[in-house]
């Protein structure tokens, strides 16, 4: 081991799934004393031959650092994995993928073992790990003073953001972005359909798509952020609710022009007509966030 290992955190980290080998590279490059453990021991043996110690059981695994980081399958996996161990005095990392409500109450399960509990989103994919340039990035929340002891620790595998002592917020601004890309790509999915069966490159009318939504996107989220703050659902309204609840029946009509399921739109067209119906026309598309809101 060398001096500037030596002065390196040490980590455990459990689950080396894709993610978690890829977070357990990023500190033995670094040069961590890494301790590692799996459900399935031969994972561990690549990593071994790059420096990290295997552990025979989550518990050993847990027992050999302070900070330990855990990234399984889910909340019911992180239950099992450390059942038995020892957490009084620990700092637990949680970059599993759980709810918001999960989150809460895997932090008061750690707390009443007597560890320190952080949740974590992680918003990367494993090619992203270890490469600053790529733009990925975590979610914390929890235990402010365990974050702000291990910020410079949890940065290396990729950059970090607080989102503040509620320890579910990391698992909600999580499912939060990863859903609203999910109805970006369901609106790609059925760009791209509609011109299926013309004659149209896929490969060329990509960037315009992405051209597209990006000068829309940013725009509309900022105003729709300004006006659930306000109140001000009229205020510097571009496009207005009643000129867009017009303009539907075109889009629908040219998807069955095209022999293209509406699926993928229609709900949101619904729920624009039903806001138009409840609220002001010269409104744009922010009253429907509340439409969504169950007592609202």
Request: aromatic content about 6%; hydrophobic content about 45%; glycine content about 12%.
């Amino acid at each position: 081991m060398t001096q500037n290992t030596a002065q390196k955190t040490p980590v455990t980290l459990l689950g080396l799934g894709a993610m978690g080998t890829a977070l357990a590279r990023t500190w033995l490059t670094a040069g961590h004393p890494l301790t590692v453990w799996n459900r399935t021991p031969g994972r561990a043996a690549g990593l071994v031959g790059e420096g990290a110690k295997p552990a025979g059981s989550a518990a050993e695994a847990v027992a050999a650092s302070t900070l330990v980081v855990v990234c399984l399958l889910d909340d019911a996996s992180v239950g099992e994995a450390l059942a038995d161990a020892d957490l009084a005095g620990k700092d637990l990392v949680n970059l599993t993928t759980t709810t918001p409500a999960q989150a809460r109450a895997r932090g008061e399960w750690a707390r009443e073992r007597g560890a320190r509990y952080l949740d974590g989103g992680i918003m990367a994919v494993p090619p992203m790990v270890g490469i600053p340039e790529a733009g990925g990035y975590v979610f914390y929340s929890g235990s402010k003073e365990l974050f702000a002891e291990h910020r410079e620790t949890l940065a290396v595998p990729v950059g970090t953001t607080y989102v503040g002592e509620d320890a579910g917020h990391a698992a909600l601004y999580d499912v939060a972005l990863l859903s609203a890309m999910y109805g970006m790509i369901s609106g790609a999915t059925h760009a791209f359909a509609l011109i299926r069966k013309e004659d149209i490159d896929p490969v060329a009318f990509a960037p315009l798509l992405v051209d597209w939504i990006t000068a829309m996107a940013g725009p509309s989220i900022t105003q729709t952020g300004k006006q659930l703050t306000s109140g001000a659902l009229t205020e510097d309204v571009v496009s207005n609710l009643a000129m867009q609840v017009a303009g539907v029946p075109t889009f629908l009509t040219t998807a069955e022009e095209q022999g293209v399921s509406p699926e993928l739109i229609s709900p949101f067209f619904e729920l624009m007509r039903r806001r138009l119906a409840l609220g002001s026309g010269d409104e744009d598309l922010t009253g429907v966030v509340d439409l969504l809101v169950r007592g609202k």
